[in-house]
C-alpha cells in the first residue's frame, strides 16, 4: 500500500497534429501506488506566501528525478 495521494509529474502528451510535449501535471494515485488521474492542464507554480511558492517549485523540480509517464498510456 502507497501512502502517496498525489504529485507532480511530467507527462508526455501527443496531440491530434503529431507534435508531442512535456508538462508538469498533478497526478493522482489509488491506494496501490498507481496513477489513475491527472490534471487536464499542466500546472503553473503557486503559493500564497514566497515560502509556499518556493516549496511549489521544489516539488515541481523533483518531478524531473521521476520516470516520464504518457498521458496517452496512462490516463
Known amino acids: 500500500m502507497s501512502d502517496k495521494f498525489w504529485d507532480y509529474r511530467i507527462l508526455k502528451r501527443t496531440y491530434s497534429t503529431g507534435e508531442i510535449g512535456y508538462g508538469i501535471y498533478e497526478v493522482f494515485y489509488n491506494g496501490k ?39 496517452d498510456k496512462n490516463f
Open 33 to 71: 501506488g498507481k496513477p489513475i488521474m491527472c490534471t487536464e492542464d499542466p500546472c503553473g507554480a503557486y503559493g500564497d506566501t514566497i515560502e509556499e511558492l518556493q516549496q511549489d517549485l521544489k516539488w515541481m523540480l523533483e518531478a524531473l528525478n521521476q520516470p516520464v509517464l504518457d498521458y
